[in-house]
């Protein structure tokens, strides 16, 4: 009886247990649904906020206008086009001038300066005075001229007695020698105390006893323009001492960095063209004239010379940096015409006709209602940024970051006008 009872309670327990297990199973499979199920809804909504912001961003380079407004403004429609433009090498460097043009002014003896009659940006001719030195030494050396030039009397003098005695065989040949070794000497002498005057600008034949030079000037070596002046007033300066810098922008060179892949296309004689970034990417051509046959193994480049042409309207200054164009040859390239192309925030782009639909025209300004029989064709254009190259006969290398569709038209003229459209769109929404 007793163990009857206890097979009963057994078995009236475990129909309990297994209950609880199968309500445990569910309430986890519900948990497990509802996190998938959040995850998706998430995922979907992070999906569909992207392709928002994508559909956004390409909404925003979109422009239209309608036929009437595109025969307006003269909008023309062409096919992207190959043309046989010049093939470049592009290259950036710097503006110098040749080592004649380029000169520094030292005293050629020790002196105190005591003017300077020039300042920094100041045109200057070649043997114009830039600077006065004095030195004590001048007058010690004017001195010495003069003491020579009163014993070359004397001893011509006596040269002349002692020839007049030897060709009278009266003379004594010691004495005839030493008195013609002594004029020789002060003569030589003489001339280099001449020399070392005219080296400093004093002319010899205006020394007078009365009225020495005590100040010198030290005259400009070439024409140009007054750089750094690195001495003032009252400093000593001498042969290793620079006092300023003068620079002659006459002719002005570059310095081009070729990179190793690209010398083998670079030859003496090929036309550069000079982009100069500080004058509205204003174009000057010039020539390459030397290549550097040394390569430098930090940036494997080599350094071409150029030479840049019709430069006095420029006013270009040595030190300026410049990105060139090395045309090498010709070469079929993916072209468009100069007025297709647009520059905004530092990027290039191009107008691409995306599609063009028909809309009925409303029957007055402010009208919602249109009229169904009057319809207009409404053009869409995509703004695609592209890479440009060279330019020559009027159209532009163009190199596209994403690929067009065969037969795909572009905006020939009038590009401009669609991107003024698009910024008066985006004020209005504002």
Excluded: W
């Amino acid at each position: 009886m007793i163990q009857t009872h206890s097979i009963i309670s057994e078995n009236t327990r475990r129909p309990k247990h297994g209950f609880f297990n199968t309500l445990l199973g569910l309430l986890s499979a519900m948990v497990l649904l509802g996190l998938v199920s959040c995850g998706q809804s998430k995922t979907k909504t992070t999906a569909e906020t992207e392709t928002k912001a994508d559909t956004a961003q390409q909404e925003e380079n979109i422009a239209e206008v309608t036929a009437g407004q595109m025969k307006a403004v003269g909008i023309e429609l062409v096919m992207m086009e190959r043309q046989n433009l010049s093939s470049v090498v592009k290259a950036s460097g710097q503006l110098t001038v040749p080592p004649q043009n380029r000169a520094v002014v030292n005293a050629l003896v020790g002196g105190v300066i005591k003017r300077i009659q020039v300042i920094e940006g100041q045109q200057v001719r070649s043997g114009q005075t830039v600077v006065v030195i004095e030195n004590p030494d001048f007058i010690r050396l004017q001195q010495d001229y003069l003491t020579s030039k009163d014993n070359i009397v004397y001893l011509a003098q006596e040269y002349e007695r002692q020839r007049v005695l030897q060709e009278a065989d009266a003379g004594i040949g010691k004495v005839y020698q030493q008195a013609s070794a002594n004029y020789a000497a002060e003569q030589s002498r003489i001339q280099t105390l001449e020399a070392q005057l005219r080296q400093i600008h004093i002319n010899p034949a205006q020394i007078r006893r009365a009225n020495l030079v005590t100040q010198v000037p030290v005259l400009a070596p070439i024409s140009g323009t007054v750089g750094r002046i690195h001495l003032g007033v009252g400093t000593y300066t001498d042969a290793s001492n620079p006092i300023m810098e003068i620079v002659n922008n006459s002719v002005i060179f570059c310095d081009l960095q070729v990179f190793e892949k690209d010398m083998a296309k670079v030859q003496t004689g090929q036309t550069v063209n000079f982009i100069l970034t500080n004058q509205n990417d204003k174009r000057v051509s010039g020539r390459v004239y030397g290549i550097n046959k040394t390569l430098d193994t930090g940036t494997r480049a080599a350094t071409v010379h150029a030479r840049v042409d019709n430069i006095a309207p420029l006013h270009l200054i040595a030190g300026q940096y410049v990105t060139a164009l090395i045309e090498t040859g010709k070469q079929l390239v993916q072209a468009v015409p100069r007025d297709a192309i647009v520059k905004a925030n530092d990027k290039t782009y191009i107008f691409v006709l995306e599609g063009m639909e028909k809309e009925p025209v409303k029957k007055d300004a402010g009208d919602k209602e249109t009229d169904a029989k009057a319809v207009q064709e409404k053009y869409r254009f995509a703004m695609t940024e592209v890479v440009t190259g060279v330019e020559e006969l009027g159209y532009v290398e163009v190199r596209l970051l994403a690929p067009l569709k065969p037969g795909t038209k572009i905006v020939s003229k009038g590009a401009f006008y669609l991107y003024a459209s698009m910024q008066n769109t985006e004020t209005d929404d504002l």
